[in-house]
């Protein structure tokens, strides 16, 4: 339990930054390629951007982009690599520099959000090496974006995953927003390590690959609240992604409440809303973590514990044969 709620004993401060100057604005706004890098507290009222947005290192604390209901995207489809809107760590001699306190505020964003600390930009290298420590989750906590902010925020997703919270990533908060569009795998995804976000009062109308949330290996999370119409698909999947990328997860799905959340569209023989150990080591790349005496090292099970679910209801898909 130590481990699952590291993150909640982390206490950072959440510098205010300061407001962006009508020549930020202005550069924020034109259209372009490249990414804007943001170390300012943006209000749009209703202008849209067109570019990359990235709010990197300990210098973007306190940023905010508040959209007053403008869009957010990029001039080609947004990757993994180049979302619409990346929230990173940045690598320095010392450790990391991570943002915190950033706030995006009332956007349509058009791809997809990312928050990031090991393995930022998409090398796992220092998440690897990590991993195969002991103070891992502690570590990997202490190098990423924590206290991010998503608000009213309606996700277009154009097949990549539209809300990713990555390694590490502590006290996400995600309220009043809704997820559209298609995603091949899920609306959000809760990775390795990370703790502590609260997903509330958010609509869920998006058409995914496979579950509508993930959480893997994250603990402490809370889901409440929310509405899913899953056309057919799953609602929300607990489990450790045991040995992927030969990276070990320590932390375990473990303590989380998912409660009162409403499943419309559920599949008719076989529903699946909340699957608490959703996997429990059935993967081919279990063994890849194998020779060390912790984590799914150790063990490629779930081990989700002290999860509490209750008050969520379920409305199946309509029978096919009865079409």
């Known amino acids: 339990m130590i481990d699952v709620l590291a993150a909640l004993a982390i206490q950072t401060g959440t510098p205010a930054a300061r407001a962006c100057t009508k020549a930020e604005v202005e550069a924020l706004t034109q259209p372009s390629a490249e990414p804007y890098r943001m170390m300012c507290r943006a209000v749009l009222s209703g202008r849209d951007v067109r570019r990359p947005v990235l709010i990197e290192g300990s210098e973007a604390s306190g940023a905010a982009l508040d959209c007053g209901g403008g869009r957010v995207e990029t001039p080609g489809e947004a990757t993994t690599r180049i979302p619409t809107i990346a929230i990173w760590s940045r690598r320095e001699n010392a450790g990391w520099s991570r943002p915190s306190g950033v706030t ?5 964003v058009a791809g997809n959000i990312r928050i990031w600390g090991m393995g930022a930009g998409g090398s796992m290298r220092d998440f690897r090496a990590s991993s195969r420590t002991p103070d891992h989750t ?114 375990t799905p473990s303590y989380n409440q998912i409660t009162d959340n409403v499943f419309s569209g559920a599949a008719w023989l076989r529903p699946r809303t909340v699957v608490v150990g959703a996997r429990e080591g059935r993967r081919r790349y279990c063994g890849d973590d194998a020779g060390w005496p912790y984590g799914s090292s150790a063990d490629d099970g779930d081990g989700a514990r002290g999860n509490r679910v209750s008050g969520n209801r379920t409305q199946r898909a309509i029978r096919p044969w009865a079409r």
């Open 138 to 251: 502690r570590a990997a906590q202490a190098a990423a974006p924590t206290q991010v902010r998503v608000e009213r925020v309606r996700f277009e997703a154009t097949g990549t995953i539209p809300l990713y919270v990555g390694p590490g990533v502590t006290r996400t908060t995600v309220t009043g927003s809704t997820f559209a569009g298609r995603s091949t795998s899920t609306a959000i995804y809760l990775d390795a390590e990370s703790a502590g976000a609260e997903i509330r009062d958010n609509e869920f109308d998006i058409r995914t690959g496979r579950e509508q949330i993930a959480v893997d290996g994250s603990g402490a999370n809370r889901i409440v609240d929310n509405r899913f119409a899953l056309h057919g698909q799953g609602g929300i999947f607990l489990y450790r992604n045991c040995g992927e990328d030969g990276v070990i997860r320590h932390q």
């Open 104 to 108: 995006v505020r009332d956007c349509v």
